[in-house]
Each structure stands twice: as structure tokens, then as C-alpha cells.
């Protein structure tokens, strides 16, 4: 009995340092090494495979999915069911058939996500004004190609772009799709990659053609001219801003502002509102509005309702009696997303390179591409034409004898023998003698061959001027216009987004709808603020607190006024009086951590009015410096409620002070040692954070106790104290000079 052969120990084992067993172990790596080996991989397969779309206007998933239904004769045959859709699409994109379906929902009719869609949709899929509307599953929906997808795909089978490897090799696929138009352009995109993303406008289509077509003849031509703005499936109206255009045409970013548009039925009294901001949703604007109805911010509201149906999207707004309804809808806008704006970064792929360009850069780059495009689709044609030339003028060659082509044929005694027979009878080569062979007995007659024959000067013609196209850059420029030209006229819908101009727009000013009055407010020392009237206080009494707690800071002002509060975790939140509602001393107030929203565990130290910013602010330090702060550094134009890096966080702070003009301080220190200082020794500065200047030497075991003004202390020779220069460590406190012998006096 043959023994059985025994296995190899040694070929067994994998020298594969990736692989552990079953023990566990650390191995040690550089950090550059991971980068490079882990995540430069992954971080460009997500930049250039997935996230970033090329100069044809698309992602490889959208590629993949529309080339796919392509090939399942969509464009010209009636739909089908999406789940048939979706299975066929897996042998280009192999990833959950979620994902792909997710994909045509963007791109479908029902969904509304574009300016032209290229799924023409029938079933439920959603849509894009709405964040709770869920499209139906892929089993219940039906869809086929849009009349537009011919544009994308007329060229695709005369080698106009080139073909790839899907992921198993199993069949192929295009690179890109060859648009006659720029879809990069006209088709909205976003994409979030790995450092980096991609937010894509729309614009109308007739625009862009008419830019394109304008560039293409004169590549200094002004672009907006002819492109006026972005154009947005769910319509509204763009805050036209000159300035504001003119960034995103020539960098590629910036921020356009739109917003949605209304009409007032006086009969009922109420607003409809029936176009809505690209960038927001109508649960959006519902909730938001809710939130003001319940602060008190939107009194001249009774009711909001969705009527969206089969005609359209409709927010209805019903309306108190003797509301303005124009005044409340520019409050609305300033208050809600029913004005927002879109932020533009055209970040695009171009030879597998993310860059950002503007306008005019793309339109370079797609014509570029385009006309390569263009002279790939002539020479194909060029060769099919010069190959059916090539095997006439062997047809030709024949027509002088028919009947010794038909002796060599019926007298070769094999098959394989007719094609060389013929080529030495007649002098042709295999392909002219292969065409004449496979001719049918019955149109070996001079008609046929003479009519074929016929055909030859029509080719060479047709051959020259196909030549003379690619000799021409000119004669491609003209076939790039005149397809624009025809998609324009074939395609081209009127804007859907409305324009006016920032100069035509009424501002909602809140100060002016914001009632003003005097009023006193109060901090105290655990963090609760009340605003109370100065008649409520004259028939208050004694101000109460929480037990433990006291008065802070006091002040009396407006209630439009501006106020802003510095906590312990170097922030500062800023608001407005009139956030407030009016107190009086019998409460304890708002709890500031919970009413402006604050961090776990923060607290209010100090509280400023900075009426117009002409002040300063100066932060003591317990390691001895002093920061002063110009207040304009705390002033923004936009409605920013809370500024982190209010001031600076190497030393802990012991005191705020507010700085109308130069004066003297007394800072004391734990020593107990006491120093009185000018501000105008402290320099001021626009950041921050900045750390201060030395102002009190101390010894390593002390610190910074207080800071206060002379009025305040006990001190009677103020000589022995003052600091002509600093940094200074200051006197030793006398006895009679402290604040507790003054209040053993008191």
C-alpha cells in the first residue's frame, strides 16, 4: 500500500508580514508610512472614483447607471421596472443596490433635483423640496431615459471617448459620456470627498449655449452677458449681486442668496407660498416657523400648513387681522431658510486632477475636450468611409470582365483557393477580393455593380471634405456651434429662477420692528439676567436671588440695544435686549447657560454693553498680565451669537474691565502687595487672544488677587503705590491702607 504523501510544513507557512494569526500583535509604523500606504489610497479613490465629477458633468456612479440603461435600449424603448434597472447596473457599479437607485432618484423627472433630468420617471420618487417624502421601493417605479440622454450618447459608438475595463473585466465601459452640450454646467452637483468637496450650480440651458457658442467665437467675450445666473429647478428668486457673480465666473467660488416667492390672497387674508429656496426643505421652513410662532417672534401668524399637492408645492400662511403681509415676509425671510443662500465651489476633475475653476476656465477646458470629441467622431468616419471606399474600387476593378470573375469562382476547385484566385485574376488585395466573393449570385449583374460603382465619387467627395474638417479647426468650431444651436433650440426651456437685484430688494431692518424704550438690567453672580422697565422698577422692591447668590453688574440702557457676556471658557455670546422679555424683581430671571444656549458647565463672568464699539476691553491675568483689546474686535456683520477665543486662555483670568478712556488702576496681589497703574501704558490690540504684557512682577507662589479702580480701596498715599513704569512689583499694603481696616472704620 503507497503511503500518502505528506504535506509540506514549510510550503504551508505565508511570509506575509500583513498577516498576524491568531495572536495579536503591534506593529510598529511611521506615520508618513500610514499615510501613504493606508490613506493617500483611499483618499484618492474617493477624489477621483467616486465624489468628484469630470468635465461631462458627471460622477462614475451617475456614468455608470445612464450607460447602463443605455445599452438596455431605454433610450428609445419603453420603461421598465427600476429594480431591473438597478440588478443590470451592478455589473458596472458593484455596490448596494441602495446606492443606485439613490442615484436615479437624483436623476429621474419625479424628483425634480434638476433643471433637466435624464430618468424620465413614472411612480413616487419624492421629492427634492421635501425631507420627509420617501420615494417608493424600485419593485413599484418605472423609468427609461429622458428624450435628452441622445445628446449624451450620439457619438458614443463612433470612438469619440475611450473605453475602460469594468471592475471584473467582464465588458466595457465609457470614460466619460461625450455631451454635445456642457452638462458640467447645466446639471447642479455636490460631492464631499477626502479634504476636499465639490458644489456645482446649475444654470439655464439656453444661457449656457449661448455662452458657449459666444466663447467658442470670441474667448474674450464677457460671460455674463450672456449667462445671467444660476437657474434652480425649484425656482424662486436670486438676489442678483453683480460683484458677488462676477467671483464665482472667475474663481469658481462664492455664494449666490435666493428666495422663495409668495402671493397674497386678500379675500382669504393669507400668503401661499409656492416657490421655495434649492437649498432648503418644506419641513424646514415649517419647523422654523413653529419655533418663532412659539418664541413670540411671529404674532401676526395664526396658522401655517402644508398644501402641497398633484399641481405643485403650496405653503399657506393664514394672517391676523391687520397684518402687512409684504413687512412679514421680508421678516420671515431674514429669519428663516425661506431665504437662503448657496455656497458655489466648482471643483472639477480634469485629466484625473481635482481643480477649481471658473466659469471660463470650464468652458475652456469642455470646448477643449469637446473638439477632441469632434475630430475622434470624423476620423471614425473618415476610415468606415475610406474602408467601403477601398472595397468599391475593387468592385470596380471587376465590372470590366463579370464573366471571369464568375469562371475563377466556379472553376476553384476549394473554398479557400477563391479569394486568392481572385486576387491574382484581377489584381486586388484580400479585403477588395473577400467583398467581391461574399457578393449574392443574383446581384452579380451590371446594374448592381454599376450602381455600387457610382457610389465611389460620391465617397471621394465625402472623403475630402471629412479631411478638410480635420485639416480646419475652424470647420470643427462650426460643428460644435450648430450642434449647440440644435440642442438650444430643441432643449432650451425659459428660467425658472426669477432675478432682482440687491439695490431692488427691501431689507428687513429688526431695530426698526424692535420697540425701544429705557430699561435696567441686571446680572447676577450665578449666571441669571433680568431686563425690567423703570416703571416696574420703581414699583418693585428689593431685588430677589437665588439663595447664595447676589448682584453682579447693573446697567441701564435700551431695549434695542447690543449686549454681550463673557463666560469662563474664553467665549463670548452676543444678543440683543430685546431677546429678553421684560422682568421684574420679584423673579429670578433667565438662567443665561440654558437661554443663550452655552456649553456643559459654562458660566458667565462678565457682562458688556458695547454700544459702538469705541471701547475697550481689558482682561487681567492671575500670572500678572494684562491684555487690552480694542471692543471693534468683538463686532461682526453677520448674526453670529457666540465668538470662541474671546480672550486669551494661558492664565486664568481674575477680572474684566470695560475702558471708556485712560485712567488709573489698583491691581493687589496675594502677598499682599498693591500697584496702581495708567492704561495708557497697556497697548491696545485688535487680537483676541492676544496674552497681554507684564504689568505686576510677583514671586512664584503668588498670583493676581484683584483689580479695581482708586475710588474703590481704602488706600490714602497713592505715591507709595503708583508704577511709573511696567512691569512693577508694587508696595507692600500698609495696614491703614487695606480694605479691611476701612471697614473696621466704617
Known amino acids: ?54 468635465i461631462d458633468g458627471f460622477k462614475p456612479s451617475h456614468r455608470k447607471l445612464l450607460y447602463t440603461m443605455y445599452k438596455m435600449n431605454l433610450l428609445s424603448g419603453g420603461r421598465t421596472k427600476s429594480a431591473n434597472i438597478v440588478g443590470q447596473t451592478m455589473r458596472l457599479n458593484p455596490h448596494g443596490d441602495a446606492a443606485i437607485y439613490d442615484t436615479m432618484v437624483r436623476l429621474s423627472v ?36 429622458a428624450p435628452i440622454c441622445a445628446e ?64 467658442l467665437n470670441d474667448p474674450e467675450c464677457t460671460i455674463s452677458e450672456t449667462l445671467l445666473a444660476p437657474d434652480f429647478p425649484t425656482g424662486g428668486e436670486l ?5 458677488a457673480l462676477e467671483t464665482i465666473y472667475r474663481t469658481g467660488r462664492g455664494s449666490v442668496k435666493v428666495r422663495a416667492k409668495y402671493r397674497y390672497d386678500k379675500a382669504n387674508n393669507l400668503i401661499e407660498i409656492y416657490e421655495i429656496p434649492y437649498t432648503t426643505t418644506v419641513e424646514a421652513i415649517l419647523d422654523k416657523v413653529a419655533e418663532l410662532i412659539k418664541a413670540g417672534k411671529a404674532k401676526e401668524i395664526a396658522d401655517m400648513r402644508d398644501e402641497t399637492d398633484l399641481n405643485g408645492l403650496k405653503l399657506t400662511i393664514d394672517l391676523k387681522r391687520g397684518t402687512d403681509p409684504d413687512k412679514l415676509m421680508q421678516r420671515l425671510y431674514k429669519q428663516t431658510t425661506l431665504q437662503d443662500s448657496l455656497s ?51 468592385l470596380k476593378k471587376i465590372l470590366l470582365d463579370i464573366d471571369k470573375a464568375v469562371r475563377i469562382i466556379r472553376e476553384t476547385e476549394s473554398d479557400a483557393e477563391v479569394v486568392p484566385n481572385l486576387m491574382i485574376g484581377f489584381g486586388i488585395d484580400s479585403q477588395q477580393a473577400e467583398f467581391v466573393a461574399d457578393i449574392k449570385l443574383r446581384n452579380i449583374n451590371k446594374e448592381y455593380i454599376l450602381k455600387r460603382v457610382d457610389e465611389v465619387e460620391s465617397l471621394e467627395a465625402e472623403i475630402a471634405d471629412l479631411q478638410d474638417t480635420l485639416d480646419k479647426p475652424r470647420r470643427v468650431k462650426k460643428i460644435i456651434i450648430d450642434e449647440l444651436t440644435a440642442v438650444r433650440k430643441k432643449y432650451a426651456q425659459p428660467r425658472r429662477t426669477g432675478i432682482v437685484y440687491s439695490h431692488e430688494v427691501e431689507e428687513f431692518n429688526e431695530e426698526e420692528e424692535t420697540p425701544d424704550y429705557p430699561v435696567t438690567v441686571f446680572l447676577s453672580r450665578e449666571g441669571y439676567f433680568k431686563k425690567i422697565t423703570p416703571q416696574s422698577l420703581r414699583m418693585s422692591g428689593e431685588q430677589k436671588f437665588k439663595e447664595g447668590d447676589s448682584l453682579s453688574q447693573s446697567f441701564e440702557s435700551t431695549n434695542r440695544a447690543e449686549v454681550m457676556f463673557f463666560t469662563d471658557q474664553c467665549q463670548v455670546y452676543k444678543t440683543r435686549l430685546s431677546e429678553f422679555d ?15 444656549s452655552m456649553d456643559e458647565g459654562e458660566s458667565v463672568r462678565f457682562m458688556v454693553l458695547p454700544g459702538d464699539y469705541s471701547a475697550h476691553m481689558l482682561f487681567f491675568f492671575e500670572n500678572g498680565k494684562a491684555a487690552r ?74 498670583h493676581l488677587d484683584k483689580v479695581c479702580l482708586p475710588e474703590e480701596t481704602g488706600i490714602t498715599n497713592k505715591a507709595r503705590y503708583r508704577g511709573r513704569n511696567i512691569p512693577a512689583a508694587g508696595a507692600l499694603l500698609k495696614e491703614e491702607d487695606s480694605d479691611e481696616k476701612q471697614m473696621q472704620l466704617l
Open 1 to 54: 500500500m503507497a503511503k500518502k504523501k505528506q504535506t509540506d510544513e514549510k510550503k504551508l507557512k505565508v511570509n506575509n508580514p500583513n498577516v498576524l494569526g491568531l495572536h495579536a500583535q503591534v506593529l510598529e509604523q511611521p506615520i508618513t508610512e500610514t499615510l501613504e500606504v493606508n490613506y493617500m489610497p483611499y483618499a484618492m479613490s474617493v477624489i477621483v472614483s467616486r465624489a468628484i465629477p469630470e
Open 152 to 215: 449624451l450618447f450620439r457619438d458614443l459608438d463612433q470612438d469619440a471617448v475611450d473605453f475602460v475595463d469594468n471592475y471584473d473585466n467582464t465588458m466595457k465601459e465609457p470614460t466619460l459620456l461625450p455631451t454635445t452640450f456642457p452638462n458640467i454646467l447645466v446639471s447642479a452637483n455636490q460631492g464631499i470627498a477626502v479634504g476636499m468637496a465639490s458644489q456645482l450650480c446649475g444654470f439655464n440651458l439656453g444661457e449656457v449655449c449661448d455662452t458657449t457658442i459666444a466663447y
Open 239 to 243: 438676489i442678483c449681486d453683480s460683484a
Open 344 to 394: 458655489c465651489n466648482f471643483n472639477v476633475l480634469i485629466a484625473g486632477q481635482p481643480r477649481v475653476m471658473g466659469v471660463g476656465e470650464l468652458l475652456q477646458e469642455w470646448c477643449a475636450w469637446r473638439t477632441e470629441c469632434v475630430r475622434r467622431r470624423v476620423f471614425h468616419i473618415l476610415h468606415k468611409k475610406m474602408d467601403k471606399l477601398h472595397l468599391l474600387q475593387g
Open 110 to 145: 419625479g424628483y425634480g433635483a434638476l433643471l433637466h433630468p435624464f430618468v424620465d420617471s413614472k411612480g413616487n420618487f419624492g421629492k427634492v423640496y421635501s425631507r420627509d417624502m420617501a420615494y417608493a421601493a424600485p419593485r413599484y417605479t418605472e423609468a427609461k431615459l
Open 629 to 702: 483689546v480694542e471692543l471693534s474686535a468683538y463686532q461682526t456683520t453677520s448674526n453670529r451669537r457666540r465668538l470662541t477665543g474671546a480672550y486669551s486662555n494661558k492664565s486664568p483670568v481674575v477680572d474684566f474691565m470695560v475702558l471708556e478712556e485712560d485712567r488709573e488702576i489698583v491691581l493687589y496681589s496675594t502677598e499682599p502687595r498693591a500697584l496702581i497703574v495708567n492704561t495708557a501704558l497697556l497697548a491696545p490690540k485688535t487680537t483676541r487672544s492676544t496674552q497681554g504684557v507684564n504689568v505686576m512682577t510677583m514671586k512664584p507662589k503668588y
Open 582 to 596: 421684560d422682568s421684574k424683581a420679584s423673579v429670578l430671571g433667565d438662567y443665561l447657560p440654558s437661554k443663550l
